[in-house]
T-cell receptor
Framework: QQQVKQSPQSLIVQKGGISIINCAYE??????FPWYQQFPGKGPALLIA?????SEKKEGRFTISFNKSAKQFSLHIMDSQPGDSATYFC???????????FGQGTRLTINP | ETGVTQTPRHLVMGMTNKKSLKCEQH?????MYWYKQSAKKPLELMFV???????ENNSVPSRFSPECPNSSHLFLHLHTLQPEDSALYLC??????????????FGSGTQLSVL
């Protein structure tokens, strides 16, 4: 019930392509869905977040798509760049930042 | 100094040792967290402190003992650990302002190896 399932575990995309990472959840009480980006040797950093009252949020090349009925949300990275190579984590919470449940992470590699 | 600073960056300890991890935040935040990051597992929330008071203990074994003397500092005291406790331990902070989009700011972590 508290799990967030993330796929794929790893992803390789060519420079300029679209990277898509998917997450699914069971707990319908979740009301906050952030994505975090982590570079090697660093802690995760918030990338973008969404609430379930909207179906899409875009910030620059990063877009979250949210499907409340399917209990799924995804991260799209447009025009992927080598600098986007990192591990991405989706998360969900019923209490904002205080009780985040994280997905297992996706290691994204953008080939030049 | 910027953001959230964790020391040491790396720690190797035996199962009978006692050691402590330190975290300091320079962001004026009032909530601090310990997370555990193991290979091939999701980030696991361990403890949450709000205004120096522990508000969350996510069923963490007693061999991990947190301490929060003030809103800027957080410690994780370790004793009689097991090899399966080897992981990256991440400290984080947030404003604790109750905002829906409150950000977690993470440190770079302490990579712990238990022999």
């Amino acid at each position: 019930q508290q799990q967030v399932k993330q796929s794929p575990q790893s992803l390789i995309v060519q420079k300029g392509g679209i990277s898509i990472i998917n997450c699914a959840y069971e707990n319908t009480a979740f009301d906050y869905f952030p994505w975090y980006q982590q570079f090697p040797g660093k802690g995760p950093a918030l990338l973008i977040a969404i609430r379930p009252d909207v179906s899409e949020k875009k910030e620059g090349r990063f877009t979250i798509s949210f499907n409340k009925s399917a209990k799924q949300f995804s991260l799209h990275i447009m025009d992927s760049q080598p600098g986007d190579s990192a591990t991405y984590f989706c998360a969900a919470s019923t209490q904002g930042a205080q009780k985040l449940v994280f997905g297992q992470g996706t290691r994204l590699t953008i080939n030049p | 100094e910027t953001g959230v600073t964790q020391t040491p960056r790396h720690l190797v300890m035996g199962m009978t040792n006692k050691k402590s991890l330190k975290c300091e935040q320079h962001l004026g935040h009032n909530a601090m967290y310990w997370y555990k990051q193991s290979a091939k597992k999701p980030l696991e929330l361990m403890f949450v402190y709000n205004f120096k008071e522990q508000t969350e203990n996510n069923s963490v074994p007693s061999r991990f003992s947190p301490e929060c003397p003030n809103s800027s500092h957080l410690f994780l005291h370790l004793h009689t650990l097991q090899p399966e406790d080897s992981a990256l331990y991440l400290c984080a902070s947030s404003q604790a302002a109750g905002l829906w989009d409150e950000k977690l700011f993470f440190g770079s972590g302490t990579q712990l190896s238990v022999l």
